[in-house]
């Protein structure tokens, strides 16, 4: 059972997305993957800035993964979508899809795994707030 999606953005790839053939450039996905997760945090009341004061750990990226299913070119409108695939005690992870609005063909997946650290810099607990949070998008279910 694959988790429900919690964010998603339609955007319209552009020649800043793409290589010089107007081929989706590799790393074009990872702005987009940010910029889904960061507000869909923002829009529940987490900045990322602001949460080791106001939660004494904030998340930094662990690693991050995309496998490229369909090529994707310039004026491609694009649906991406996020969920959230696994939380651990200290760590977690997004889980992304990205599907062409006019075929609706995935284009390509990809993962976001995310880790808590204290103020020593050093993985600790998800802060009980954001864990919930998490849980709830999750669809109430821990790995």
Do not use: Q
């Not at 106001?54 to 998340?59: D, L, V």
């Amino acid at each position: 059972m694959s988790a429900p999606v919690v964010a998603s953005r339609r955007v319209r790839l552009t020649y800043a997305d793409t290589d010089a053939a107007g081929i989706l450039y590799y790393a074009a996905w990872f702005p987009w993957m940010e910029r889904v997760n960061v507000e869909w945090a923002y829009e529940r009341g987490f900045r990322i800035d602001r949460m080791m004061d106001e939660h004494g750990a904030s998340p930094v990226t662990r690693s991050t993964t995309c496998e490229y299913v369909a090529t994707a070119t310039v004026y491609d409108e694009i649906d991406v979508e996020m969920r959230v695939d696994h939380i651990g005690n200290r760590s977690y992870r997004y889980g992304f899809t990205m599907t062409r609005v006019g075929d609706r063909v995935v284009v390509a997946r990809s993962s976001l795994t995310m880790v808590c650290v204290g103020p020593d810099g050093k993985p600790t607990a998800i802060p009980a707030a954001l864990r919930s949070v998490l849980h709830s998008a999750a669809g109430g279910v821990d790995e």
